[in-house]
């Protein structure tokens, strides 16, 4: 059971804008910068969304974060069909003394 | 060329043990931590183990923790995850992921991951 809640779902069509929740508590995303990753299946996962919203090399603008308390969130605007992947939250929680993973979201391109 | 392999993975018996290793180049791999991340079929990512960039400090998930053990060989350019006890819970493909900030552990940011290696634990 992760400690970090994600729908497990969410789609768009192409352009939209579409956000996806990551819920967690005071000692992981209170506390501590929220990652997010893109995994394709049979690939390893990317990330996307690191310290400071910073972005790695190569990933457009397009994805952006949010953080507010004890949640955050990952937005896409000008959704395009290759965005259709799962995205995982990630943070490091100070009571665990680890990492937890958001459990999921998969995303649709209409 | 910036990379990592990871290597060993197995069938096991339930009970048994297995060591899987993660060969890493291209990068000071003394200024990074590195970490083990699964995942089991039909399920989500799993945070299990991390160690400091000087190999030093270490942490496991509560899943494996007593049951499998992390090190680094910075002359080999190597990081090992020695599996004991094995369940059939524990069968997943396993990644190994490099921190993305110098000198920090507590990482949940890895810019560089392997491709994996798969652990299946069956009688």
Redesign the interface.
């Known amino acids: 059971q992760?400690v970090l809640t994600q729908p497990p779902s969410a789609s768009g069509t192409p352009g939209q804008r579409v956000t996806i929740s990551c819920s967690g508590g005071g000692s992981n995303i209170g506390d501590?910068?929220?990652?997010w990753?893109q995994?394709l299946p049979g690939t390893?996962?990317?990330?996307l969304i690191?310290?400071n919203s910073q972005r790695?090399s190569g990933v457009p603008d397009r994805f952006s974060d949010s953080k507010s308390g004890t949640s955050a969130s990952l937005a896409i605007s000008g959704l395009q069909s290759e965005d259709e992947a799962?995205y995982?939250c990630?943070?490091?929680d100070d009571s665990?003394?680890?990492?937890?993973?958001?459990?999921?979201t998969k995303l649709t391109v209409l | 060329e910036v990379q990592l392999i990871e290597s060993g993975g197995a069938v096991v018996q339930p009970g048994g043990s297995l060591r899987v290793s993660c060969e890493f180049s291209g990068f000071h791999d003394n200024e990074y931590a590195m970490h083990w991340v699964r995942q089991a079929p039909g399920r989500g990512l799993e945070w299990i183990s991390g160690v400091g960039w000087d190999g030093g400090r270490k942490a496991y998930a509560d899943s494996v923790k007593g049951r499998f053990s992390l090190s680094k060989d910075n002359s080999k350019n190597a990081l090992y995850l020695q599996m004991n006890n094995l369940r059939p819970e524990d069968a997943a493909l396993y990644y190994c992921a490099k921190g993305a900030r110098k000198f920090y552990f507590e990482n949940s940011d890895y810019d560089l991951w392997g491709q994996g290696t798969l652990v299946s634990v069956s009688s």
């Open positions: 992760s501590n910068p929220v990652h990753y995994h390893a996962p990317k990330l690191y310290t790695p799962i995982y990630a943070a490091w665990l003394k680890g990492v937890i993973f958001g459990g999921g």
